[in-house]
């Protein structure tokens, strides 16, 4: 019975993948269709699908930027599950000038979680503020050509999507929750 089970969601699994160079100039295209993406294929509500923009984002502009050299290319997957969760992932080549592995990228994520660090940086904040908090499952891999894999996945059956959070009419402040 479990087979059956298996393969049902298997056939339910909705997946994209898109491969574009690591040119910043092509993430205008990839934040376009992530919104729309995520508006089409959940409930969230306006705010969540432009969270989920950012942290869609935030991943491909660090492939671009650590992970992949010029001319080089990074992948990004999305997959759904109606009703269940979204799932994003973001492979970089393992040729760019910052390359860290997955372990590292994933102690400097604990590291920045805490506030107080965070203070004096002007930069790096985006996987522990943005991606972290905004993600039920957030997990970095080696692949075998040098490269890093991000996974990060979102449940879909929590209320608080169909919700837009009062912010008190503040532009100007970022409520995590």
């Known amino acids: 019975m479990e087979n059956n089970s298996e393969e049902k969601n298997k056939e339910q699994i909705t997946e994209i993948t898109i491969v574009m160079p690591t040119q910043a100039y092509f993430m205008s295209g990839i934040r376009d269709f992530t919104l729309n993406l995520i508006k089409n294929m959940t409930d969230f509500s306006e705010q969540w699908a432009y969270r989920f923009q950012s942290i869609v984002d935030e991943l491909c502009n660090n492939a671009i930027e650590h992970g992949s050299r010029q001319g080089e290319s990074i992948k990004i997957i999305f997959q759904s599950i109606k009703s269940e969760y979204i799932q994003i992932i ?44 905004w993600t039920d499952e957030l ?21 608080i999507f169909q919700k837009n959070i ?12």
């Open 90 to 133: 973001v492979e970089d080549s393992g040729t760019g000038p910052k390359q860290l592995k997955a372990e590292e990228i994933m102690k400097l994520v604990e590291e920045r979680k805490d506030q107080k660090l965070l203070n004096g940086l002007i930069r790096g904040r985006g996987l522990p503020k943005i991606v972290a908090e």
């Open 139 to 159: 997990e970095f891999s080696n692949l075998e050509n040098g490269g890093v894999r991000v996974r990060v996945k979102k449940f879909l059956n929590d209320p």
């Open 166 to 177: 009062n912010l008190n009419n503040n532009p100007t402040h970022i409520i995590l929750n």
